[in-house]
Structures are given as C-alpha cells and as structure tokens.
C-alpha cells in the first residue's frame, strides 16, 4: 500500500468515454446515484454481483437514492461488514445479518 487514494468521476460507467472495466473491477468504493437508464443499472448490478449480495444491494441502492441527490456508497473491502452500505458517504446501512460489535 502505497497510502494514494485516487478519485475517478464519471457520468458513463460503461461506455467508450466510461471507466475501464479494468478500474471498474478493482475498486475499494464506489459511489452512485440515482441512475434512470436500466440497462446502465443492470450493468453495474452484473458487474458487482459477485462481489455483494444482489438483494443487499438492491435495496440499499433504493434506500439511498430515494431522495433528490441521495447517493449509495459500496466498500468493497471494508474493515466491518456493517460498513458495506452507506448512505450519502455518512450513514451506514445496515442488514440485520450483517450486524457486529465492531467499531463504525
């Protein structure tokens, strides 16, 4: 670990102008809003099945992205399973199965 965090935006997830699939597939977090094209949602819910739990997802995104700006935030490795989903970067979404004692 060389202690660099490097921020990528983009309004295309999989298109020419996108992030490459090799950047996709090696994300620590990645962060989402409200997305009204279903084939782009249906792409990244491809991409991140094997990662996290396709329900989970499902609804925290709906949870998260409920509200005007509302945004879904996935770590991919974190420290606690509770801190999986968060809600607008600060609000840890938590699933009953994924509860524990650790520190958030």
Sequence with gaps: AAGLA???LSQS???QSGISK??????SLFTMFK???PKTLEAITE???SVVDMDKFE???EYATAEKYGNLTIDFKPKCPTLTFRKNLNEA???DDLKCDCKK
Excluded: D, P, Q, S
């Design 93 to 95: 979404i938590i699933f």
């Design 6 to 8: 490097v921020i990528i």
């Design 59 to 61: 609804k925290a995104y």
């Design 13 to 15: 997830y999989k298109m």
């Design 22 to 27: 090799t950047i996709r597939e090696n994300l």
């Design 35 to 37: 997305n009204k094209n």
């Design 47 to 49: 991409e991140i099945g």
